[in-house]
C-alpha cells in the first residue's frame, strides 16, 4: 500500500512562491507516474501538473505552464511541486496521486493520494 504524504503548504502574499513536497512510502516509487492536483472551495478538482516515473515526461495545466514547475526524486521518493509569482486564484488544497508509470491529466487513473496541503495566496 502506498502512502503519501504532502507538505509545504501554508499562506503566502501574491507574487510570492512555494515548493510543496510529496513522500512517498511502502511502494516502488520508481515505477509510479506521480500527478497534483487542487481543489478550491466549491469548485472540483483540477489538474495541475504530472510527472513520469522516470521525469522525462511532465505535463501541465495550460493555465499553469511556465509558473508551475514538477519535479522528482527518486533517491528520496519525493515529487515536487514548485509554485511562482502566485495569485489568489491558486488557493486551494493541493494533492498529490500515483500510479503505474506514466503521467496523465486524469484523476480517475490514479490509484493512490494523499490528504493534501493546504495553500493560501493573500492579495
Known amino acids: 500500500q502506498v502512502q503519501l504524504v504532502e507538505s509545504g503548504g501554508g499562506l503566502v502574499q501574491a507574487g510570492e512562491s512555494l515548493r510543496l513536497s510529496c513522500a512517498a512510502s511502502g511502494g516502488t516509487f520508481s515505477t509510479y507516474g506521480m500527478g497534483w492536483f487542487r481543489q478550491a472551495p466549491g469548485n472540483e478538482r483540477e489538474f495541475v501538473a504530472a510527472i513520469s516515473w522516470a521525469g522525462f515526461t511532465t505535463r501541465y495545466a495550460d493555465s499553469l505552464k511556465g509558473r508551475f514547475t514538477i519535479s522528482r526524486d527518486n533517491a528520496k521518493s519525493t515529487v515536487y511541486l514548485q509554485m511562482n509569482s502566485l495569485t489568489p486564484e491558486d488557493t486551494a488544497v493541493y494533492s498529490c496521486?500515483?500510479?503505474?508509470?506514466?503521467?496523465?491529466?486524469?484523476?480517475?487513473?490514479?490509484?493512490?493520494w494523499g490528504q493534501g496541503t493546504q495553500v493560501t495566496v493573500s492579495s
Open positions: 496521486a500515483a500510479r503505474s508509470y506514466s503521467a496523465s491529466t486524469l484523476a480517475y487513473e490514479y490509484n493512490y
